[in-house]
């Protein structure tokens, strides 16, 4: 299916002033949609990645100031989603005062938070441009110019371009007859070739169940290699990091994003099988379970074992005992028989972290070896949390009994992580002590 282009939108009810724009656009080889504004065929959702948007302020000469506002309002709620937070918006109007009644009106009780909040709000006078395109053509230069703007566009075209790569190199591979013309053999070959490569990435059970997932498995890596290896400086032309500016960098803090950050790089909220690598699991009976397996409750585990009595959680729902499946990635994806190993952990809120985390610095409250801080602050029900793991308490049972002592999956950690949490444990259980005098 075709992707729907609307990087640039121009809305107006004026279709000599759409035509006027969009011809200024297409001078610069830059498409845009032109959308002859209609009250009564506004679009079912808003459209996905819009990048520049033009409104004229006064939509069908709406009435009064405040009818004006509120039919711009309904405007800009129908066809720009409320989560697109890169884009400029240019209002085109013959009184530019308008802009910041507007500003106003958006910023209301009960309006404040209902529209999405561009990044830029350009004005365009209506009377300072003449009838000749030409007039017009300098200030669309100003905003197709703007930095930001040709980093976000950049940016677009070099995954489009990443993705084009990573299909072709695959595809060119496909044999075709030698006869301009014919082509009976390529769609046959096309679906052998990356039917093969779903059961060969992912097993035959896995790649025969869900090839989506096998096969864009394969492309990510080739993707990423291609993205990274374009030769394009787009980051480097806009962030213009260089010696002169070092100490900017060096000020940089994202503290306030960070863990919302984390979530998107290492969290993955679909979970697709009980068992998949990576996944977090509650136990559906802590204290019986642990009891019968390790002959302790969680509880004895938390403040004997993991904390050695220095440090109590006060309050049971900052924490939640856990287990995370980390065997080999190689065993997962060609489904080789092995036991589902899960490593025991605790998730707790940022502020008990760091005071577990505290107890390490002074030697007379130093956890064991066997405790370990990854440092990974996340989001979780809109909460900042992190996990530690004792990498003494280990998981290695059968598929059925280990069904009947876990909770359906909270999540799925990402294999950067379950593969730093795997090497640290692989690091742990063959560790050697030396004899000292």
């Keep these: 299916m075709l992707r729907e282009n609307n990087s640039i939108i121009v809305v107006d009810d004026s279709k000599t002033d759409l035509e006027r724009i969009a011809r200024v656009f297409n001078t610069h080889g830059i498409g845009c949609k032109t959308i002859l504004y209609d009250v009564m065929s506004l679009p079912e959702k808003p459209l996905d990645g819009v990048k520049i948007a033009f ?11 405040n009818a004006m506002f509120a039919t711009l309002f309904d405007a800009i709620k129908h066809f720009i989603p409320i989560k697109n937070r890169t884009f400029i918006l240019a209002f085109w109007t013959t009184n530019v005062n308008d802009i910041e009644k507007f500003k106003i009106f958006a910023n209301r009780e009960g309006n404040k938070g209902q529209i999405a909040n561009p990044i830029k709000i350009i004005p365009m006078d209506k ?12 200030f669309v230069d100003t905003i197709v110019d703007n930095p930001l703007v040709k980093c976000l566009f950049s940016v677009n075209d070099e995954l489009a371009e990443a993705a084009d790569v990573s299909l072709s190199n695959i595809t060119s591979l496909i044999e075709v007859e030698e006869e301009w013309g014919k082509h009976e053999n390529f769609e046959k070959r096309f679906k052998e070739v990356f039917a093969k490569i779903a059961w060969a990435s992912h097993g035959y059970q896995n ?5 989506d997932r096998a096969i864009k498995d394969v492309l990510a890596p080739i993707f990423g290699y291609e993205l990274c290896n374009n030769g394009k400086k787009t980051w480097e032309e806009y962030l213009q990091i260089s010696e002169k500016n070092k100490s900017f960098f060096n000020s940089i803090s994202i503290d306030g994003i960070a863990p919302y950050l984390n979530a998107i790089l290492h969290i993955n909220p679909n979970v697709y099988e009980p ?15 642990f009891k019968n397996r390790f002959g302790y409750g969680t509880v004895t585990w938390l403040n004997d074992h993991l904390l ?97 002592t876990l909770h359906e999956p909270l999540f799925a950690f990402k294999d950067e992580f379950v593969n730093a949490v795997g090497s640290r444990y692989a690091a742990h259980s063959t560790r050697m002590g030396f004899t000292s005098f």
Aim: proline fraction near 2%; charged fraction near 30%.
């Design 308 to 404: 050695g009595n220095h440090y109590k959680i006060k309050e049971q729902y900052q924490y939640q005992v856990v287990a995370m499946e980390i065997s080999a990635a190689c065993d997962y994806a060609h489904e080789k028989k092995r036991t589902h190993r899960y490593v025991i952990g605790l998730i707790c809120t940022e502020n008990e972290y760091n005071s577990i985390k505290d107890l390490n610095k002074d030697r007379k409250t130093k956890l064991g070896e066997n405790v370990y801080f990854p440092d990974l602050y996340f989001v979780l029900d809109k909460t900042i949390m992190s996990i530690i793991f004792d990498l003494n308490m280990l998981i290695s049972e059968e598929e059925c009994d280990l069904f009947k």
């Design 207 to 211: 790649g025969h169940t869900d090839p």
């Design 127 to 138: 009377n300072s441009f003449g009838e000749n395109d030409d007039s017009l053509s300098p």
């Design 275 to 289: 068992n998949q690598r990576g996944c977090v699991r509650t136990f559906k009976n802590d204290e019986d379970y």
């Design 55 to 65: 409104f004229d302020i006064n939509l069908q000469n709406s009435g009064d100031e």
